[in-house]
């Protein structure tokens, strides 16, 4: 199965992913792009200072991971997908402070509905009053919570409302929404694996 986990920063993903791994060790767990990237000297910004150049390097590697795994039978979980990097442009792009515009996010669905094949199911995990999820400060993601409000906005919209297209296609994969306690979260996603492989 190839999971990826998608949704604004500070909502527990990596944490989800993490912990998918330890109660299932034979999962491969490819880390969020920006924190390779970042590891290998990239210094990417954040919020309507980004770039083209920003978010596109990090969605070509989130491309360029997904296509390794090319069968249903791997065994895999990313923290972050390519739709991910289009929810932020869309976000800088509305700020019109950098050189991301409209035009450059519709650009950029193409490719990633194109990689949406190579994965089995895609988890959103939404901001709700069900289940609110404070701002974790590690040093590296923006603390900012109107951004991240701003954000989570935009991903409901491309997954819920069909913005631009993104999931609009018989090839994109299983779309479940996750929240709640951490063991709750697990135990639902592997109800949502069960369900789909019965």
Partial sequence: MRIAISGAHSQGKSTLVRDWVNRHPHYAREEEPYRVLHHEGYKIRFRDQCSKLDNGIQMYYSIGRINTFQKHTDCVIFDRCPVDYIAYSQYTADC?????????????????????????????????NAWPVEMEDDGIRPIDLPYRDDVDAIFKQI?????????NDSIAPVFIE?????????????????????
């Fill in 96 to 128: 019109k402070t950098s050189d991301i515009n409209d035009a450059y996010v519709k650009a950029m669905v193409p490719h990633a509905r194109e990689s949406l094949q190579h994965l089995d199911l895609l988890v959103f995990l939404p901001i709700t």
């Fill in 159 to 167: 997954y819920r409302e069909q913005r631009l297209g993104v999931m």
């Fill in 178 to 198: 996750l929240w709640g306690a951490r063991e709750e979260r697990l135990d639902k996603l592997e109800q949502a694996i069960k369900k789909q492989m019965a």
